[in-house]
């Protein structure tokens, strides 16, 4: 008969379900990691699909479009930007061969913007010569602002610009310092004169060695114009009419000084103290208006030696 024996409790499986805690982080986990995964593939792609667009034929630089330029070519321009053709228009920094173009002088500003496929657009803004400058012993084309643009020479005969001497201030080591407040004087009396054609063309030469005194010889004339620091036009006019009558009492005119407004003074070559001329001016109406008569007065040079008043006695 059998005996029933108790079961041993240590050898029993217990029914335990598993904790719910462990299985959300594995879920987790899992998912962690599948995203992450699909991040890198995501981020692989992309910059596959950048570097593979960078180095496309359409991002490449193939063309560059010049405008603006005219005593430049647009051979010497391109020239400036020897090396942007290699470039990607995306990555091309623009600024830094925009600064390549305003190293050189005739440029006085550049843009430079992006056309897709592949073109580079350059619009240049020229220097504009207003005169020849003397310095030392050379000639040099100058702008407006007293910028040295190039070495005058035979290359540049179809300018008919004038001589402008004493734009130099004292030299430094680097070189020639050009005087701002002459060049600006020299640039204000020739923009000036521009609204006359008729006088401006008569300019020959233009010394501003004086800050406040342009100085000016015509075309055919030796006497030296003293103009002041304004009414360039009205003065330089006044001595155009009054140069015949002159003439005919001073053979050779050292200068003429119209900076008064009453009066017109004139220093013969050579001349001593004694002598000394009235010069009917602008006020007296048509023709040559003016008139010289003889009498005493004071010789200097870069003062007065002949008197007058402008208008009728």
């Known amino acids: 008969m059998p005996v029933p024996a108790p079961a041993d409790k240590r050898f029993r499986r217990a029914h335990v379900a598993p904790s719910r805690k462990k ?6 986990g899992w998912l962690v990691a599948r995203v992450t995964a699909g991040l890198a593939l995501a981020m692989l ?55 390549k173009l305003l190293a050189s002088p005739w440029v006085a500003d550049a843009a430079i913007r992006r056309v897709l496929p592949g073109t ?42 004038p001589i ?72 330089l006019q006044a001595y155009v009419d009054l140069a015949p009558t002159l003439r005919a009492q001073v053979e050779e005119i050292d200068y003429v000084d119209l900076r008064f407004d009453e009066r017109v003074y004139v220093k013969p070559v050579g001349g001593t103290a004694g002598g000394r001329g009235q010069a009917a001016g602008r006020n007296q109406g048509s023709g040559a208006r003016g008139q010289a008569a003889g009498g005493k007065g004071k010789v200097s040079r870069g003062s007065t030696q002949v008197s007058g008043r402008r208008g009728g006695d």
């Open 23 to 28: 299985r959300a982080w594995a879920a987790y």
């Open 120 to 161: 580079i657009a350059v619009a240049v803004s020229e220097r504009q010569p207003m005169g020849i400058a003397r310095l030392r012993d050379d000639l040099y084309l100058v702008d407006q602002r007293g910028t040295i643009v190039d070495q005058f020479g035979p290359n540049y005969a179809e300018f008919d610009l």
């Open 45 to 99: 792609g992309v910059y596959r699909g950048a570097a593979l667009a960078l180095s496309a034929n359409a991002l490449q630089i193939t063309r560059v479009t010049v405008t603006g330029n005219d005593r430049m070519s647009r051979g010497e321009v391109v020239a400036l930007l020897d090396g942007l053709r290699s470039e990607n228009m995306v990555t091309a920094n623009l600024e830094t061969w925009r600064r």
């Open 164 to 235: 402008i001497d004493g734009l130099s201030d004292a030299p430094r080591e680097n070189g020639t310092l050009i005087d701002e407040a002459r060049a600006l004087l020299a640039a204000r009396l020739l923009a000036t004169l521009a609204t006359r054609p008729d006088l401006a063309k008569r300019i020959s030469q233009v010394d501003v060695s004086d800050e406040r005194d342009a100085v000016v010889i015509l075309k055919g004339d030796t006497a030296l114009v003293r103009l002041g620091e304004d009414d360039f036009v009205e003065r």
